[in-house]
């Protein structure tokens, strides 16, 4: 089996922050550079101090992340749990209904 197939791999991109707080939205989003695909299983970490901003504000941040590819085998097993994990959140019937 090959090592690959076990080990994640990792690199540096630059991203943009943008944190809103105000009565209408409270959100923070991370926009990597260069259209980076996120897939399940992978790791972005943000780079610099954390980020606080009055209330009421809008703000836009320029970093540098780093994104860290998860194996094909973690990969596997992240999507496998989220189905699982999805599988809890609903109930299925099958019933035909009340019979009078």
Do not use: W
């Not at 990597?32 to 606080?52: F, M, N, S, Y």
């Not at 992240?78 to 019933?95: G, H």
């Amino acid at each position: 089996m090959p090592l690959s197939f076990l080990t994640a791999e990792s690199f540096e991109t630059p991203c943009t922050i943008t944190v809103e707080q105000s009565p209408e939205h409270f959100h923070a989003h991370v926009e990597l550079a260069d259209e980076v695909e996120i897939q399940p299983g992978d790791k972005v970490r943000v780079h610099g101090a954390p980020i606080q901003i009055p209330f009421g504000t809008r703000q836009v941040f320029e970093r540098r992340a780093t994104v860290t590819r998860a194996s094909p085998l973690a990969r596997a097993f992240t999507r496998l749990a989220a189905y699982l994990d999805l599988a809890e959140l609903y109930e299925v019937s099958f019933n035909a209904g009340r019979i009078k």
